[in-house]
């Protein structure tokens, strides 16, 4: 075949099978040659990552006990990078590398010793970060088998490991990976960040031992410079109110359902209407009181592991989730009661 | 059938990186290509870049995934077949060099 008419070179298997199934005839032909191709390559590359997964699964450690592994991009973007400080091991003097050292291990003792989950995969997989991605990198993100950080531009960000919620957040999207496979896409991709959101402001709570009055329920204090309007990135207590900067724009989140924003940008929302349901756990954890891993965080998380959360949840489903595990793990009473008035505040429910 | 329709001087790119830890609306960059104000030799070097990272896409609900960053390349034809405008999700790892370099130079960002 000519190298023109590979479409096996070209297309991305989704798009492949939707031209095998309503393509022309030929095109058909083709697409379906194509996807006979990219499945061989899919099994071959299947058989690689069973292979890594057998080396990452004889590292694991025995419940209780954490694995961290930090590294070092050093302003590239190989991952997982240059090792730089193992489990056990003492300080580097590198800021970034103890912070995502220590943040990891504030984010293990919540997930092990409040919801006795051993590590992302309740298995013991070990935690790997790395620290100096890329060159002024403006982002933090899991990428499926690791953490990684950059070090901000130093003129609107600052390193992103400054910040414990933000290593906890991303940690945790390792923990909803596998757990669900929510849509990254509309509500369900806002329910994503949002879980993770929760889990981020719940260890750094956790860490501060902070009850929910004198918790902030910001997320990623300090991430910001001084040279721009911002206190965080988000606000789950006041959705909509983390910045309001020229460089920045105004936080587009919205905190109540009459606001959701319809949009095609940032996947469907994810990163803004998870506003809605953020407000909704800040709603639910303050009316229930005391420390907010206790109660609330206990329901979202078994409403996380519970097999009733489907891929394509809504932000109703959802929050009909939330209160059945409230009523099954406290019976009918003010849990179950605060956590519906909570989405029925912010308009989710009626 | 080519690998994609031709990108004659009728086509239309926009290219938009999206993604990460948070929406900021002030951070959004994009930028369009026409290219029938480009030369051959930036027509040819656009079309290897688009070529380089079709194969790289994935599904519009995958990309992103865990605060990860995203191009978002828009492909309008205005050809006489009307061929139907092409989207493709390419994340920021997967990301061809050719790509990433014509993102520097139409948007200026990193």
Known sequence: MHARNCLACVLPPYLLDHLAKHGHARLRTLAQNSLALDNQLRLRRTAI??????????????????????????????LPGRLIRAEGQATTGDVAADEAYAY???????FWEVFQRHSIDGAGLPLIGTVHY????????????????????????????????????????????HETSLAYKGQSGALNESLADVFGTLVKQYHAKHSVEQADWLIGVGLFTDE????????????????????????????HMRDY?????????????????????????????????????????????????????????????????????????????????????????? | MSTLPPLDQATQINLSREGGVAFLPGQRN????ALGSCSEDERARI????????????????????????????????????????????GEQEAPEELIRLWRERTGRR
């Open chain 1, 49 to 78: 990552g069973r292979a890594s997964t057998t080396l990452a699964t004889a590292r694991n450690t025995p419940p209780g006990q954490i694995s961290r592994h930090v590294h070092t991009a050093e302003s590239g973007s190989q």
């Open chain 1, 104 to 110: 990891l291990g504030a984010t293990y003792e919540l």
């Open chain 1, 134 to 177: 890329g060159q002024n990198y403006e982002n933090a993100f899991w990428n499926g088998e690791q953490m990684v950080f950059g070090d901000g531009d130093g003129e609107i960000f600052n390193r992103f490991t400054i910040a414990i919620d933000i290593v906890g957040h991303e940690l945790a999207h390792g923990v909803i990976e």
């Open chain 1, 228 to 255: 721009v309007k911002a206190t965080a990135l988000r606000s789950m207590k006041a959705p909509g109110s983390a910045y309001d900067d020229p460089a920045l724009g105004k936080d587009p989140q919205p905190g």
């Open chain 1, 261 to 350: 924003v319809d949009t095609t940008e940032d996947n469907g929302g994810v990163h803004i209407n998870s506003g809605i349901p953020n407000r909704a756990f800040y709603l639910a954890a303050t009316a229930i009181g005391g420390y907010a891993w206790e109660k609330s965080g206990r329901i979202w998380y078994e409403a996380l592991c519970d097999e009733g959360l489907w891929d394509t949840a809504d932000f109703s489903q959802f929050a009909a989730l939330t209160v059945d595990v409230a009523e099954r793990l406290y019976g009918v009473g003010v849990e179950q009661q605060s956590v519906r008035q909570a989405w029925v505040d912010v308009g989710v429910i009626a």
């Open chain 2, 30 to 33: 994009s930028c369009s290509i």
């Open chain 2, 47 to 90: 079309r290897q870049a688009l070529l380089s990272a079709a194969p790289k896409a994935q599904a519009a609900d995958e990309a992103g995934r865990g605060d990860q960053r995203y191009f978002v390349i828009l492909i309008n034809f205005n050809d006489d077949a009307a061929t139907e405008d092409v989207r493709l999700h390419v």
